[in-house]
């Protein structure tokens, strides 16, 4: 960022607009965080105009990390205090950049309409995806012992592991500037994911070798097609359960995107 930001000055801009995270300044050892905060500072003292989003958090993050812990059946969360946060979609967000393109000098915590605990955020999850709500708590402090281990290290998820344990102990309250509900999010990606599974769907994601075509079967009645494609063909909108995929030059990947009616 802070290359960006010299690049920027040398090519004559005179407004820069970034995006940092709520409360970094309060986590000096969180180097994700940290060096977020020590951005922000460097940007008010370039000359330039400038404006600054601090956002709570996005309903993908949210689904991201709790997503393969639901389809386990059991979500783990950090300690026993209850952790509020308003997060926001990225739709929204994004759409809040544009507005504010052009403020000045300003620095906006951005957070959504609806302020839930992650207990609560983790039962959505759990309600969407029609499994039985599962939540055990891990010690704050493990994982900071996790986090320094040489194999987490090696792979490079130190810094990512101390920054979801800040994220995850913390209140990340903003002000309400968008007013999208977190579960127009989440009962999408959940309800789709699982019952994605129980249409027992073969062939999806499959690599397929030069000149020989497959057929994708669905065995579900509630669910319904909305695309498929063919690495870069789009067989386009298709609504039958049994879809013939042509004959494809070279591996190509299949991939669907499904809808409930």
């Known amino acids: 960022n802070l290359n960006l930001l010299n690049e920027a000055k040398k090519a004559g801009a005179k407004h820069f607009a970034y995006t940092s995270v709520i409360k970094a300044e309060l986590a000096p050892k969180v180097p994700m965080l940290h060096a977020k905060h020590m951005f922000e500072e460097e940007l008010k003292k370039s000359g330039m105009t400038w404006v600054i989003h601090r956002p709570t958090g996005y309903f993908y993050d949210i689904v991201k990390v709790f997503r393969p812990m639901v389809e386990k059946g059991e979500v783990t969360l950090l300690g026993k205090k209850a952790v509020h946060a308003n997060v926001i979609s990225t739709e929204d967000f994004a759409q809040f950049i544009v507005e504010r393109m052009n403020d000045e000098n300003a620095s906006y915590n951005v957070g959504g309409k609806e302020t839930y605990t992650y207990e609560e955020m983790a039962a959505m999850c759990f309600e969407a995806a029609g499994k039985p709500l599962k939540i ?71 690599t397929l070798t030069a000149g020989i075509g497959c057929e994708i079967e669905v065995e579900a009645d509630e669910l319904q097609i909305r695309r498929i494609s063919a690495g870069q063909q789009n067989i386009g909108e298709i609504q039958n359960i049994g879809v013939p995929v042509p004959s494809c030059h070279g591996n190509v990947d299949i991939h669907i995107i499904m809808i409930a009616p």
Do not use: C, E, Y
Not at 173 to 195: C, E, Y
Not at 196 to 205: E, P
């Open 136 to 206: 055990k708590w891990a010690p704050i402090w493990l994982f900071g012992i996790l986090a320094n281990l040489p194999k987490i290290k090696k792979a490079g998820k130190h810094d990512i592991i101390l920054f979801s344990r800040w994220t995850l102990s913390h209140d990340l309250v903003g002000d309400i500037f968008r007013h999208a509900a977190i579960n127009t999010h989440v009962d999408p990606v959940f309800s789709h994911s699982f019952l994605l599974q129980k249409a027992n769907i073969i062939n999806v994601n499959r």
